[in-house]
């Protein structure tokens, strides 16, 4: 995968969204955005949906990207998400931040529940499962737009974030996905039913 923060001059960039007031104890980002992109190596074939936060406080700037991997050498496919955060002080170099904890929160589905998870050395957390009916849960909460991520950060003084998205990814970003994941599980039952279906989840 990419660094994930090399989009952090595009989410700069990026008009705020309106959004709803949120609860106490969560942040509305100020600004978000949604890419599809799709990595093939030699050993793996991962399709993204990276979502890409800028927020009013720090940590200034979080990504979320779901995926879907496929493993050349076994034939699986495991669905899952990573996220990062950082702090963009002024006129300085991006400060990524080592997190303990990601949890992603919907009315249908959370992640402790049903991912394993791994902590990376760069302070990302990577959560996954293999399991397809916990596996198409994620993805169609995800998609459905209506989810709340909560981050903690690593050490003795531990912070915990809480962001709240209130907006689904667009059509076209959708789609692509769709039909790369479609391509990852032939000639096997898609997670999503078709990718005609990816829009009304």
Known sequence: MRSLFARAALIAGLAGMNMPVAVAGTIVPDA???????????????????????NPATPELVEFT????????NE???????????????SEELQLLDLSAATFTSPTFRSVNDMDY??????????????????????????????????????PQSTNFSY???????????????????????PSLSLLHGADDLTAL
């Open 32 to 54: 978000i955005g949604y890419t599809y992109n799709l990595d093939e190596t030699d050993d793996a074939k991962i399709c993204e949906i990276i979502l890409d936060m800028q």
């Open 66 to 73: 779901a995926f879907a991997g496929y493993d050349k050498s």
């Open 118 to 155: 791994e902590v990376h050395k760069d302070g990302g957390i990577m959560a996954a499962t293999l399991d397809r009916v916990a596996a198409s849960n994620f993805l169609q909460a995800f998609i459905g737009g209506d989810f709340e991520l909560t981050l903690a950060t690593a050490g």
């Open 164 to 186: 709240k998205i209130y907006t689904a990814p667009p059509a076209e970003v959708q789609n692509g996905f769709a039909r790369c994941l479609e391509d990852l599980l032939r």
């Open 76 to 90: 699986s496919v495991a669905i899952g998400f990573i996220t990062m955060a950082a702090h963009q002080p002024l």
